[in-house]
């Protein structure tokens, strides 16, 4: 969660930042690529903090009104199918990433890899969580998620 503090303050800042030089007529042409990055790994990372907190859409309502070995069955298969495109994205983000090295970013001239990085990463923290969320619904059960008050 501080990781996706710091990526959208990041933006943020780095936003304000660039409409500011802009005005001043000075832009830093850099700085969009800072923006990127932050705006990039904030989205994958609050996507795995999501995921964790169980913040995420998925067929949620369905199984909560359900109880005992159904409601068991249809927890485990809504994570099952999240662990699935885990599993896709750390793949297929693998390969995006290596690919990534033969394109440069502009004007900073590093690879594109840098941000899609960020895809396999967030795969293997949703993977990661979902597992342990899994592990936890098997021990303790699927508990419902309590209302904030």
């Known amino acids: 969660m501080v990781l996706c503090g710091v990526a959208i303050t990041g ?21 969009q690529e800072v923006t990127m990055t ?5 989205v994958f990372l609050g996507t795995a903090a999501a995921t964790r907190r169980n913040d995420h859409l998925y067929l949620a309502a369905l199984a909560e009104a359900m109880t005992g070995n159904r409601r068991r069955f249809f927890e485990t298969f809504n994570r099952l199918v999240v662990l699935g495109v885990a599993f896709a994205m750390m793949y297929y983000g ?11 970013r502009m004007p900073s001239m590093t690879p594109l890899a840098s941000l899609y990085a960020a895809i ?30």
Do not use: M
Request: glycine share 8%.
């Open 11 to 31: 933006f943020t800042v780095t936003v304000i930042c660039d409409v500011v030089t802009r005005l001043a007529k000075h832009p830093w042409l850099w700085l």
């Open 38 to 42: 932050f705006f990039i790994y904030g």
């Open 120 to 149: 396999p990463l967030c795969g293997f923290l949703v993977a990661l969580f979902t597992v342990e969320q899994l592990v936890n619904g098997w021990k303790n059960g699927f508990a419902n998620r309590e209302e904030p008050e």
């Open 94 to 104: 693998y390969l995006n990433f290596l690919d990534g090295f033969k394109s440069l």
